[in-house]
């Protein structure tokens, strides 16, 4: 899958996981191809393929996901962070966790990318910040 599959995966998974944020209930993974195709998103299908697996993920992994994302935010409760904020944390750490063929650059660099494009000016610095510390908490290093 190429990079720019994978880029506009973890966006739409973004949009999937803010959703669900609002709505626990849903099934947002099982969704995704319904709601591309409904609000006329160009999300092709491998990058739906990568949200869904991305999603499942971090819904499967949620308390662990949310427990680092916890212990790694000092001074922020969960449930005080932007929504936005908070969901990308959730895939950051899903990816660190989940899917350890993707270096620890690319999962850093591709979650601040998405807080640039979705949060406020202050978010790409806060996502880089505690999702270094989670990349520590989990043993991932600079070479992974």
């Given at each position: 899958?190429?990079?720019?599959?994978?880029?506009?995966?973890?966006?739409?998974?973004?949009?999937?996981?803010y959703?669900?944020?609002?709505d626990?209930?849903?099934?947002?993974?099982n969704?995704?191809?319904?709601?591309?195709?409904e609000?006329?998103?160009?999300?092709?299908?491998?990058?739906?393929?990568?949200?869904?697996?991305?999603v499942a993920?971090?819904?499967?992994?949620?308390?662990?996901i949310?427990?680092?994302?916890?212990?790694?935010?000092?001074n922020w409760?969960?449930?005080?962070?932007s929504?936005?904020?908070?969901n990308?944390?959730?895939?950051?750490?899903?990816?660190?966790?989940?899917?350890?063929?993707v270096p620890?650059?690319?999962?850093?660099?591709?979650?601040?990318e998405?807080?640039?494009?979705?949060?406020?000016a202050e978010s790409?610095?806060?996502?880089?910040?505690?999702?270094?510390?989670i990349?520590?908490?989990?043993g991932?290093?600079p070479?992974?």
């Amino acid at each position: 899958m190429s990079s720019g599959n994978r880029r506009s995966g973890r966006a739409y998974a973004l949009q999937l996981l803010y959703a669900r944020d609002g709505d626990a209930s849903g099934n947002v993974a099982n969704d995704a191809a319904s709601w591309a195709s409904e609000f006329e998103l160009e999300v092709d299908p491998q990058a739906q393929q990568f949200a869904r697996d991305l999603v499942a993920a971090a819904v499967e992994r949620s308390a662990e996901i949310d427990q680092l994302i916890i212990s790694a935010s000092k001074n922020w409760r969960l449930d005080r962070m932007s929504r936005v904020d908070r969901n990308i944390l959730r895939l950051g750490t899903c990816e660190l966790t989940a899917f350890k063929d993707v270096p620890l650059k690319v999962v850093i660099n591709e979650a601040v990318e998405l807080a640039k494009r979705f949060g406020t000016a202050e978010s790409s610095a806060f996502v880089n910040g505690v999702l270094d510390r989670i990349a520590t908490a989990v043993g991932r290093g600079p070479e992974d």
